[in-house]
C-alpha cells in the first residue's frame, strides 16, 4: 500500500517529527528483550493441523541452534566396551566410543543379567551434578543424612548416588541404560572446562558462533552419536527406546527426544518449565529460545509419551504453567495418557527416590515391563570411580592436542569441513529447491518473522509536502502485534507508474543520488529509518544477565543475548518486511514491482530481507565493497548474525534472492 494521502490533514500536529533526507528520529523506540530468567508460556495452538506447522517451527529452531541444520556425517563410533563388573543381577561395562573423529564420549552401561526377548534401552544423560557420572556424596556426611531425613531417599547408596541408583533399578527391570558424561565431567578430559570467557578461538569465539559450533551443539551431537551406539548393541529393542536425564541432563532429554524419533518414550526432570531455562553452556544456543522455551521445545515429544517432574526450583509451577498446554495437545492428539507430571515441590532441585519411582512407573506403562508398582528399589552396591573410570587397562586418557583449546579447533575444524560438504554442496548444487529448502530456511529461522499479513502494519502520516510533481510523505509503519514502529519517508510521484524502490542507507546524500531520475520514472522511493541506525555495535542485552561473580565469565557467550533476542540485523529484517507489508497492502493500487537498493553499512540487511521475502521483493540491488560475515571481529558488529557463515555467508544469501544485482 502507499501512504494515504488524505490522512495527512489529521496529524499535522505531529509536524515536528518530519523526515526527509537531511531530517531523521534522534532514536529509536526501545525495543523488548528477554533472558534466560524470562517468562516462556506455551504458544497454544487449535487443531492438529495448526500443530503440524508450529512442531515443524519448534524443531528446525532446535536444530539450527544445535548446529545440526543438516545433520553431519555419522563416522565410526569405533566404540570400546571393556572392564566389566560384575554385580547380582546386573553388570556394568564401561564405554569410549567417537561422536566425531577424535572425539571421545565416555560413560557406563548398565545391563540385565537376565533377559527375555529384546532388552528396552535407555539414555541417561546425567546434568550437572557434582562430579557428575562418578557423584558421591558419602556415606553418613551432612549431604547424604540430608537426603534420608527429608524421605528424599531411603537407600543409603542412592543417598550416595541417585545416578547410580536409577540405572541399577532400571536394569533390574530389564532395561540397557547407558550414563554417558556431559562435557567436561568424569572422564570426559578433552574439554576440561566448558564454562569460560570468550576466546579467539575453538568454541565461544566469534568465528565458532558465526558458524553455530557452540558445547550446545556438541553436547546435542553426543546424544544422537550415545542413542546410535545403545540401538547397536544386540538385542536392543528399537521399539522400546527412552531418555531420561535431570537438571542438564533434563535438557538433553527435551532436545534429544525432540528431533530424534528414535527416541520413543522421554522423561525429563526438572526442567521443563516457563521460567529459567537453563543456565549453562551447554543449555543454551543461539536461536534455540527465540518464539518459544522449554514448554514447547518438551511437546515436540507428542504424541509419545512425555512424562516430567518439578521441585522447589525454576519448575516449581508447572502444575499450572505448562502442564495443562501438555495436556491440551496430548488430548487434540488424541493421547491424553501419554502426558504426565510427578509434582512435588516439597524438594529442592533433584532426581530422587520420588521421582524416580514416577519415572519407573512411566517406562513400566510405556513400555510393558510387567513390573508390580510401587517399584521398590533394592540396595545395590556401590560403584567407586576407579571401577567406574574408562581410562585404565591399556585405554590411555587423551592428552596433548587432543584436550583443551587445541581439541576445541580440531572438533570446530572437522565440523567446518561438515558444513562445506553438506551445506556447500546443495549451493553448488544450483538447485533453487534445495538451496530454499536447506539455506533458505536455516535463514527464516535465523530471521525469526514472516511478513506481516494484511492489516497488520498502520501507516500514519507525520507530513505532507506537494513538491509540483511528487508528494514527499513522513510517517511510521506500526506493527501493533510486534509492539514495533518504523520511521519512513516517502516520495511519491504524481505520474506513478506502480513501482517502489525501499531505499536503504544511512547517509542522506546517498539517498538524494538517483532520487530525481526514480521519480522521473515514475517509481515510488521509500526511506525507512531502521532499528538503532547509526549504531556502531549491537545492544549485549544478555550481557548482565546474570549477577556475574569472579568465574562467570562464560556468560559473555554471544548465546545468552541471541539465544532469546533477534540479532540487530534480523530486527533491521523486520522492519523492511513491515515496510514491504505496507506497500503490498493497498489492494486498490497495486505495485508492480518491489525493489530493495542498499549500500553500506546494510548490505547484509537488504541480502537477508531478499532471501525471506521471496516474491514480494521483486530485485536486490546492494552495494557489496567486499563483505563478508567471516570478516567480522566482534560478537556485537551490527552485522554479527550466528550462522551467517555456515549457511553460505553472503554468497549463501545471494542464492536465495530472486533478482540481484550489484552496484
Keep these: 500500500m502507499l501512504p494515504p494521502l488524505r490522512s495527512a490533514l489529521n496529524l499535522l500536529c505531529l509536524a515536528a517529527l518530519s523526515l526527509g533526507p ?117 556415606l553418613g556426611t551432612p549431604a547424604a543424612k540430608k537426603e534420608l531425613e527429608t524421605g528424599a531417599e531411603v537407600l543409603e547408596t542412592a543417598a550416595r548416588s541417585p545416578l547410580q541408583a536409577r540405572c541399577v533399578q532400571l536394569a533390574r527391570m530389564g532395561c540397557a541404560v547407558l550414563l554417558y558424561d556431559m562435557l567436561g565431567t568424569a572422564d570426559s578430559v578433552q574439554f576440561p572446562e566448558h564454562r569460560h570467557g570468550i576466546q579467539a578461538e575453538g568454541f565461544l569465539g566469534v568465528q565458532a558462533d558465526l558458524r553455530l559450533q557452540t558445547y550446545f551443539g556438541l553436547q546435542t551431537w553426543n546424544s544422537v552419536r550415545a542413542l546410535d551406539f545403545l540401538l547397536s548393541l544386540e538385542g536392543a529393542d528399537a521399539t522400546r527406546v527412552g531418555c531420561t536425564g535431570a537438571s542438564g541432563g533434563g535438557t538433553q532429554t527435551m532436545m534429544i527426544a525432540g528431533f530424534d524419533q528414535r527416541i520413543t518414550a522421554a522423561f525429563p526432570c526438572v526442567m521443563v518449565s516457563t521460567a529459567m531455562q537453563g543456565g549453562c553452556t551447554c543449555e543454551n544456543g543461539h536461536y534455540l529460545r527465540i518464539n518459544q522455551g522449554n514448554i514447547d521445545i518438551a511437546a515436540l515429544t507428542a504424541p509419545r509419551p512425555l512424562g516430567m517432574t518439578s521441585a522447589d526450583d525454576w519448575t516449581k509451577e508447572l502444575a499450572t504453567k505448562g502442564l495443562p498446554d501438555l495436556q491440551k495437545l496430548y488430548g487434540m492428539l488424541g493421547v491424553p495418557d501419554r502426558v504426565s507430571a510427578h509434582i512435588a515441590t516439597q524438594f529442592p532441585h533433584n532426581y530422587n527416590l520420588p521421582s524416580r519411582v514416577a519415572m519407573y512407573a512411566f517406562f513400566n506403562k510405556h513400555f510393558g515391563l510387567k513390573q508390580p508398582e510401587p517399584v521398590v528399589e533394592k540396595d545395590f552396591v556401590f560403584l567407586t570411580p576407579e571401577e567406574a573410570t574408562v581410562w585404565i587397562g591399556g585405554h590411555a586418557k587423551p592428552a596433548g592436542n587432543a584436550v583443551g583449546v587445541a581439541h576445541e579447533k580440531q572438533v570446530c575444524a572437522w565440523m567446518s569441513a561438515q558444513d562445506a560438504k553438506h551445506v556447500g554442496g546443495v549451493l553448488a548444487s544450483g538447485d533453487p529447491a534445495r538451496v530454499d529448502a536447506l539455506v533458505g530456511a536455516a535463514w527464516r529461522t535465523i530471521v525469526g518473522r514472516a511478513m506481516p499479513g494484511p492489516g497488520e502494519v498502520v501507516w500514519e502520516v507525520v507530513s505532507k509536502e506537494d513538491k509540483g510533481a511528487f508528494f514527499k510523505i513522513a510517517g511510521v509503519a506500526r506493527q501493533a502485534k510486534a509492539g514495533e514502529s518504523v520511521p519512513v519517508t516517502f516520495w511519491y510521484p504524481k505520474q506513478w507508474k506502480g513501482g517502489v524502490d525501499i531505499v536503504l542507507e544511512e547517509d542522506p546524500a546517498a539517498v538524494e543520488t538517483g532520487l530525481q531520475q526514480r521519480l522521473a520514472a515514475g517509481v515510488a522511493v521509500a526511506w525507512p529509518e531502521l532499528y538503532m541506525a547509526g549504531a556502531k555495535e549491537q545492544t549485549k542485552v544478555g550481557e548482565n544477565l546474570r549477577a556475574k561473580r569472579a568465574g562467570e565469565e562464560y556468560c559473555d557467550f554471544s548465546g545468552y543475548t541471541f539465544g532469546y533476542n533477534p540479532t540487530l540485523l534480523a530486527r533491521r529484517v523486520h522492519d523492511v518486511s513491515a515496510v514491504v507489508a505496507m506497500v503490498h497492502g493497498d489492494k486498490a493500487r497495486p505495485v508492480s514491482a518491489v525493489r530493495l537498493a542498499a549500500g553500506r553499512p546494510y548490505t547484509a540487511v537488504a541480502l537477508a530481507a531478499g532471501a525471506v521475502l521471496h516474491k ?29 557463515v555456515k549457511y553460505g555467508d553472503v554468497d549463501g544469501l545471494a542464492k536465495l534472492v530472486g533478482k540481484l544485482t550489484y552496484r
Aim: proline fraction near 10%; hydrophobic fraction near 35%; glycine fraction near 8%.
Design 22 to 138: 537531511t531530517s531523521r528520529l534522534a532514536a529509536a523506540e526501545p525495543r523488548p528483550s528477554r533472558d534466560l530468567r524470562g517468562y516462556f508460556p506455551f504458544t497454544p495452538v487449535e487443531s492438529k493441523e495448526e500443530w503440524a506447522v508450529r512442531r515443524a517451527e519448534i524443531e528446525r529452531r532446535v536444530l539450527v541452534s544445535t548446529g545440526l541444520w543438516p545433520m553431519p556425517d555419522k563416522t565410526p563410533l569405533n566404540a570400546r566396551v571393556h572392564g566389566r563388573v560384575e554385580r547380582d543381577d546386573y553388570t556394568v561395562d564401561r564405554v569410549i566410543f567417537e561422536s566425531l573423529p577424535g572425539h571421545y564420549v565416555t560413560g557406563s552401561l548398565y545391563l540385565p543379567k537376565k533377559r527375555t526377548g529384546k532388552m528396552p534401552v535407555i539414555l541417561s544423560p546425567h546434568g550437572h551434578w557434582p562430579q557428575g557420572r562418578f557423584m558421591d556424596r558419602g
Design 616 to 644: 514480494a521483493v521483486d530485485e536486490v540491488e546492494v552495494a557489496r565493497d567486499g563483505f563478508r560475515f567471516e570478516k567480522l571481529g566482534s560478537h556485537w558488529d551490527p552485522d554479527f548474525v550466528p550462522g551467517a
